[in-house]
Each structure stands twice: as structure tokens, then as C-alpha cells.
């Protein structure tokens, strides 16, 4: 157990950054400067009749587009109601802002990818040309192409809600570091699963939901310097 007195923020941080800047560097170099995005997503279209089988799979639609959010969503729910008993039963006290902290994760996560999705003029790949579409195939640095709409589908914000569970690495990383750590790789896990699903449905490339985790773990980190640091250093003070 990770004590007061061995807990640097800025160590922390610093760690922290490193991972994120490290990943963020790998995705860029490995989407920017290739056709990766572009041959994943060739696997699963059917150029003979022009269209992703699998858009309309009730075996994909269902469990990963559909189903698969309610976990993420009882979560939030739950911890957003456990802070409100809070204020009123004892033993929920002392999780207080750590439970708003999940809260504010789950809700804020999805808020903040789904803002800039539909701010976005990047297309989905089903509308693109090349899969049958309409829209021109751009990169993340090209600029919009004159004349297109917006096409409104980056970063990817499906999975965004199981990326907000990287919330849970916080919730526990002072205390349980070896939890923590399963929890960060759960949520990592299921994040890309709900990604990779609508990539075989081809709404989104791979690199879409690959910057979604890189911007809801960034989200996770400044909201638990904001929420949840501090008061972590006054329990073990108090200890």
C-alpha cells in the first residue's frame, strides 16, 4: 500500500503524462504515417455488394451497441446515488467524494467525446467513397475537404463509457494498487471491445476509439487532481 509519505503528485503526474503522451505518440505514428485504419476496416467490407455486413447484425447491434452501455450507466448511477446517501447514511461517508469522482467520470467522459464528435468533419468509414459512400477519406491532420458536410464521427463515443471506468484505477490506486491495476485493464478492455464493434459495423475506424481512451484517461487524471487527490491525502494523514 502505496502510504502518504511514499505518494509524490508530482511523480504521479509526471508517470501519468508520460504513459498518456507515449500512447497518444504511438497512435498518431501508427495512423498518421500508414493505411492501417484503412485495412482493418477493408477486412470487414464487402466490396462485391458495396456495404458492411455486419452494420445491421442483430449478434453485434444488440449485445455491443445496445446492451453493453447499461453496465457502464448502472455504475454511474450508482455512484451518483450512493454520494447523494452519503449525506445521510454513515458508512457511505467516507466514499463520499469517491463516488462522486466515478460519477463525474462516467457522465463527463462520454459528455466530452460525444462534444467533439459532433463538432468534428471527420466521416465514418460507411460514408466515405470508398466504401460506398459519399465523403472523401481524410487523416487526422488533413484538412475538411471543400464542400463536404461535417461528418461528425471523431473520436469514437461508444467507447467512451467503458473508458470512463479508468475511473476506478483512481478510486484505488493508493490503497490497492494491484486492484487498481485490473480495473484500469478491464476498463481499457471493454472500452476497445464497444470500440472494435462498431468498427466491424463500419462507424468508426480503429484510431477513433484508440483517441477516445487516450482523451477519457486524460479526463480521469485532471478530475482526480480537481475532486479527489486532496482528499485522499487527508485520509492518510488522518491514519
Not at 485490473?182 to 484508440?210: D, E, K, P
Request: aromatic content about 18%; glycine content about 8%.
Amino acid at each position: 500500500m502505496d502510504g502518504l509519505d511514499r505518494f509524490s503528485p508530482a511523480r504521479f503526474y509526471a508517470r501519468q503524462t508520460a504513459w498518456l503522451v507515449g500512447l497518444a505518440a504511438l497512435v498518431f505514428v501508427t495512423f498518421e504515417f500508414t493505411d492501417l485504419d484503412l485495412a482493418i476496416s477493408d477486412l470487414f467490407y464487402d466490396a462485391t455488394r458495396r456495404k458492411f455486413p455486419l452494420r445491421y447484425s442483430p449478434w453485434i447491434e444488440w449485445p455491443f451497441h445496445e446492451f453493453a452501455k447499461y453496465p457502464v450507466i448502472a455504475i454511474g448511477a450508482g455512484a451518483l446515488l450512493g454520494f447523494v446517501a452519503s449525506f445521510r447514511f454513515e458508512r457511505l461517508r467516507a466514499r463520499r467524494w469517491h463516488l462522486l469522482f466515478v460519477a463525474l467520470c462516467v457522465g463527463l467522459g462520454p459528455f466530452l467525446i460525444g462534444a467533439l464528435k459532433h463538432s468534428s468533419f471527420k466521416h465514418c468509414p460507411y460514408d466515405l467513397e470508398r466504401y460506398g459512400g459519399y465523403a472523401t477519406y481524410t487523416k487526422l491532420l488533413d484538412p475538411p475537404v471543400p464542400g463536404e458536410k461535417p461528418g461528425g464521427c471523431f473520436p469514437g463515443g461508444h467507447a467512451s463509457g467503458g473508458f470512463a471506468l479508468m475511473s476506478l484505477y483512481f478510486v484505488w490506486f493508493r490503497t490497492q494498487p494491484v486492484r487498481a491495476r485490473r480495473m484500469w485493464l478491464a476498463a481499457f478492455v471493454y472500452g476497445n471491445l464497444l470500440g472494435f464493434s462498431r468498427v466491424l459495423q463500419g462507424a468508426h475506424f480503429v484510431s477513433h476509439h484508440l483517441w477516445t481512451a487516450i482523451l477519457v484517461w486524460a479526463l480521469c487524471l485532471a478530475l482526480y487532481e480537481l475532486v479527489l487527490r486532496r482528499v485522499d491525502d487527508r485520509a492518510f494523514a488522518a491514519r
